[in-house]
């Protein structure tokens, strides 16, 4: 990977190590069938350990890769659990132009009318 930087140079960044491939991996496959999975299940089909998921799905969820859809009452958790889905599976779910069009609407609302 590469991209510009502030300072007009090209910077190469590092591969998306191992844990990273699989966790987004295992959020592609249940996208697939249709369902968003918590940190464990993610951590189960990838393979990984549930500590090394869950920073890995915390950096991801700072870098936009996956996203939260929702939370889901588990037996045996306190607390909700997050739901993630990998975010293009988000992108692709919303009508193209959507964003297009609130930006319209807002810069529209702002434009002041012409002086006479």
């Not at 960044?13 to 940190?39: D, F, L, S």
């Not at 993610?42 to 996956?66: F, P, Y």
């Not at 997050?82 to 193209?96: D, G, I, M, N, Y």
């Amino acid at each position: 990977m590469s991209g510009p930087s502030r300072l007009g140079r090209k910077v190469t960044w590092r591969p998306r190590g191992e844990v990273r491939q699989a966790i987004g991996a295992a959020a592609q496959a249940y996208m697939a069938e249709g369902q968003p999975a918590t940190i464990r299940e993610l951590a189960a089909r990838a393979g990984v350990g549930l500590i090394a998921a869950q920073q890995c799905v915390s950096n991801m969820l700072r870098a936009g890769e996956l996203a939260a859809t929702g939370t889901k009452a588990m037996p045996g958790v306190k607390r909700p659990v997050l739901l993630l889905v990998p975010v293009a599976a988000v992108a692709a779910s919303e009508p193209a132009g959507r964003d297009l069009g609130r930006l319209l609407a807002g810069w529209s609302a702002k434009v002041r009318p012409p002086r006479t």
